[in-house]
């Protein structure tokens, strides 16, 4: 439950504005002096303050800075004499996140202690899925040349440039997520969020809504004002993947933004800012697309001041096993297995031969099938399968399609049944005269 910490010397309003706060679902401990407030700072943890300027032993902007020291995650909101717009404007500058002005309307102090509150849990929210993602976005150091040079120009673009567009190309499963997480924990904007929206799976009626939120009443179901990405990623990143999808409505929009961090939300009037790095990753052809007119050129250069070529797995063979090991241990976590199985030599040489026309992503859905198959402490040959249709792997010794999988795995789970092929076909869930064919003698 969130917690609040009112600092007022105004005894009659610290006790209304403490009701009205603990009727949202707020808890509150009053202060009446900068001495109580170090006192509870010193022994519990808040996330929301409301501190007003005056109070009688000294001025709330001197403390406000030791507040955001020992108290990091608060949202802090400044009370200030009506008018005093130099106050709010040096409370803003020191940390403060909003500030009310005297005389307090309780509407008011309510109406921004419950969007603070809404912050926070959705900042909340967001740690908790990166926490969860983060193992599965890491960057495993790479081994070949070519990855080595996008990864330290990456690292130069974080610290030098931290608002820089960046866009990043290459071919669908070659880890550009996993750059574009690298790129955010290595900026100074690492400890805020990283925002990532899928453009292709933005439908095209919400998609001005959820990049740059709406105000109440925007449209028939807009019962309520939301904040949208660009919004809720400030100060942090926001990954555009497939960027080569967006409208061209949406395209211009964007552009407005990324040349000076400036939008409305839909059906407002009011244009607010918002300081968020854009990474853009696409593996389509976007010169391509500018030249045939569904692609803005204006957005193209503004999105590429940073270009990133990201290059395919095939061409960086050598970052082959320490992804393969890395990945093995992600996915041996995921399916809670305590023990990580290692790759025999025949089957990293296999992985090592392949082409991998779907990349990183590929490697994964391989090792993860294998891991499902495999009980033992090696993964041996058997069990990594690799595709060989169109053309875009290869046939080799060894190598086998995905029904001699299915076979020799029919006849494992058969053999771990007993031999009673009805019982088996039902727990693969397939029908008996299909499971026949799969066990049927050569």
Request: aromatic share 6%; hydrophobic share 40%; proline share 4%.
């Amino acid at each position: 439950m969130l917690t609040t910490l009112l600092i007022d010397d105004d005894r009659a309003f610290s006790s209304v504005a403490a009701a009205a706060l603990q009727r949202e679902g707020l808890p509150v401990t009053v202060a009446h002096s900068l001495h109580e407030a170090r006192q509870q700072v010193s022994s519990k943890s808040f996330d929301l303050v409301v501190l007003d300027r005056r109070l009688p032993d000294g001025d709330g902007l001197q403390v406000l800075p030791e507040l955001r020291t020992q108290l990091p995650g608060a949202v802090i909101m400044m009370v200030t004499a009506h008018g005093d717009i130099a106050s709010a404007v040096e409370a803003i500058r020191l940390g403060a996140a909003d500030y009310l002005a005297k005389p307090v309307e309780l509407s008011d102090l309510v109406f921004k202690a419950r969007r603070a509150a809404d912050d926070i849990r959705l900042r909340d929210r967001l740690e908790h899925a990166e926490t969860t993602l983060s193992t599965r976005r890491g960057l495993v150091t790479p081994r070949s040349a070519t990855m080595k040079s996008v990864v330290e120009t990456l690292e130069r673009i974080a610290t030098q440039s931290p608002r820089s567009p960046v866009v990043l190309l290459g071919e669908t499963g070659s880890g550009k997520e996993a750059l574009a997480w690298h790129l955010h924990q290595r900026s100074f904007g690492a400890a805020m969020p990283f925002i990532q929206l899928n453009c292709a799976a933005l439908p095209e009626s919400m998609a001005e809504s959820e990049l740059f939120g709406h105000e109440r009443g925007a449209f028939t179901d807009a019962k309520a004002t939301r904040r949208g990405l660009v919004e809720l990623a400030a100060r942090g990143t926001l990954f555009l993947d497939e960027v080569g999808e967006l409208s061209a409505p949406l395209q211009a929009k964007l552009l407005t933004f990324l040349d000076g961090g400036r939008f409305r939300r839909l059906g407002g009037s009011t244009e607010l800012t918002s300081a968020t790095r854009v990474v853009a990753a696409t593996n389509r052809n976007l010169e391509a697309q500018v030249k045939a007119g569904t692609f803005r050129e204006d957005l193209w250069f503004r999105l590429s001041v940073f270009r990133i070529d990201v290059p395919p797995l095939r061409d960086r063979r050598e970052d082959i096993a320490p992804l393969a090991q890395e990945l093995l241990h992600r996915v041996a976590r995921e399916q809670g297995r305590r023990e990580v199985p290692t790759l025999s030599s025949d089957a990293l040489a296999l992985l090592q031969r392949y082409r991998f026309p779907g990349n990183v992503r590929e490697l994964r859905n391989i090792l993860e099938r294998a891991l499902a198959l495999e009980s033992g402490p090696e993964l041996k040959l058997d069990w990594v399968v690799v595709s060989n249709s169109s053309g875009a792997g290869f046939t080799s010794n060894g190598v086998e399609e995905l029904d001699a999988l299915e076979r020799r795995y029919a006849k494992w789970a058969l053999d771990q049944l007993g031999g009673k092929k009805l019982e088996t076909a039902k727990a693969l869930g397939i029908s008996h005269p299909t499971f026949s064919k799969l066990v049927r003698d050569e």
